[in-house]
């Protein structure tokens, strides 16, 4: 099972997340000097009744499904999965929703990854999710990326088109 569209995006005012090659974004590029960066399992304020954390990152070649019968692995040469899990919680009296589309892989060169689609996985990745009221629930987002890459020249962005929510940045290590 292969897992890597080959549609390529571009920035707002709709995303697409069916793609994992990098894309340059001059804006986020440019900004990220000044941001505030959330280290590894601290919760970052998305909103007044929404936080996420990141619990950790790690490299992967593949990603099991059907029970470890099947395998997704990256279309692209070279290349690998960085998969970070987060967990999002929810303190609102009303059922939140969460996609792997609000999320986004950057480089401190300025590249930008998309999620890939991961789809029947062993684990759970986020794909569209809806978080209920006063719960939160963890899950895993996987960026395709070249092969020699190292975890701690990304941080991973979460930004949402609400105007109530904040885009917030996640170290990783």
Do not use: W
């Amino acid at each position: 099972v292969q897992a890597s569209p080959d549609k390529s995006t571009t920035q707002p005012p709709k995303k697409d997340n069916s793609s994992s090659k990098p894309q340059k974004t001059e804006t986020k590029k440019a900004e990220t000097g000044h941001k505030k960066y959330i280290s590894l399992n601290k919760y970052g304020k998305v909103s007044k009744k929404m936080s996420i954390k990141v619990n950790n990152a790690g490299k992967k070649a593949s990603i099991s499904c059907g029970n470890g019968y099947l395998a997704y692995k990256p279309d692209e040469d070279n290349s690998i999965y960085i998969v970070v899990n987060n967990t999002v919680k929810n303190n609102s009296n009303n059922s939140k929703r969460i996609e792997s589309s609000d999320f986004t892989l950057c480089s401190k060169g300025g590249e930008n990854y998309v999620p890939t689609l991961i789809v029947g996985a062993d684990d759970n990745f986020f794909s569209y999710d809806v978080i209920n009221p006063k719960m939160k629930q963890s899950g895993n987002l996987a960026f395709t990326v070249p092969k020699n890459s190292k975890i701690s020249n990304f941080y991973l962005m979460y930004e949402n088109y609400d105007i109530f929510s904040e885009d917030i940045f996640f170290k990783l290590k």
